[in-house]
């Protein structure tokens, strides 16, 4: 691994660099807070993907492409003189300084369920309103939901064992199915939500993350189905041709690969 020296001189390339594209490119110089933004989204679904895959090599590569955005974010941030990347930095060093007193202070903790509890608690004392404050409003529903359980849970809000999260779940599901029998579309999709909130629920005491678990079963499906068709075209046949019966048979076999 490279040294701490020629870890700051590579950090000191990228922000020069930084600096010649903002200067000098024509694309560079036009690019906006605003304008970044879908692109790091993307960038950070893409670091996702590669994490899910464990592909180290593309792990590397989508670190460096947020790593790039942040040192633009903060380049653009200083040509307004609101900030620059020290600030940034800086912000980050007395933020994890002041929310790790059992490192930098005389706090006890005995784990991590405690540093933790400790976080959100200092959250608040910063002037938070509300310890569901620090969750995003455009995560997706998913995530959001996940982040939501684990932000009360930290302040105590939260069941004491697994079993009682899965007899919440077999409750939420009871009361789906009595709307469905009901034919209540709105309820239906009330009671739904409900369940997943409470699948997700579980998934964290099963320490699972719902996100990336979901995601797992995405690509397993995408592989199997690609699968599939590739069997089909084979066959010189489209999809909407084989039977349920034919398409199982591929199917089956795709699973054992």
Not at 92 to 101: A, F, Q, T
Not at 109 to 124: A, P, Q
Not at 234 to 248: I, N, P, R, V, W
């Amino acid at each position: 691994m490279n040294s701490r020296e020629n870890q700051l001189k590579a950090f000191d390339r990228l922000l020069t660099i930084m600096d010649e594209l903002r200067e000098q490119c024509p694309w560079d110089k036009k690019q906006t807070l605003q304008s970044l933004r879908h692109l790091t989204i993307e960038e950070t679904y893409e670091l996702g993907d590669a994490i899910l895959d464990n592909d180290l090599d593309e792990v590397k590569k989508e670190l460096g492409d947020l790593l790039l955005h942040i040192v633009f974010y903060a380049k653009i941030g200083s040509e307004t003189k609101d900030f620059d990347i020290a600030d940034v930095a800086n912000e980050i060093c007395e933020k994890l300084i002041s929310r790790h007193p059992h490192i930098y202070g005389d706090v006890k903790v005995i784990d991590e369920e405690d540093v933790k509890r400790n976080w959100e608690n200092l959250k608040l004392k910063e002037g938070k309103k509300s310890v569901l404050e620090g969750v995003p409003k455009s995560l997706p529903a998913l995530v959001k939901a996940s982040r939501i359980q684990d932000k009360v849970a930290g302040v105590g809000f939260d069941w004491e064992e697994p079993q009682q999260v899965f007899e919440k779940l077999q409750e939420e599901l009871a009361e789906l199915q009595h709307e469905i029998e009901e034919h209540n579309q709105d309820k239906i999709e009330s009671e739904f939500g409900d369940v997943l909130f409470s699948m997700i629920n579980y998934a964290r005491f099963l320490k699972i993350n719902p996100e990336d678990a979901l995601e797992r079963t995405n690509k397993k499906f995408i592989k199997r189905f690609q699968y599939l068709e590739e069997k089909a075209k084979e066959k010189s046949k489209s999809l909407k041709e084989m039977t349920l019966a034919e398409m199982d048979v591929f199917w089956e076999e795709a699973k054992k690969l």
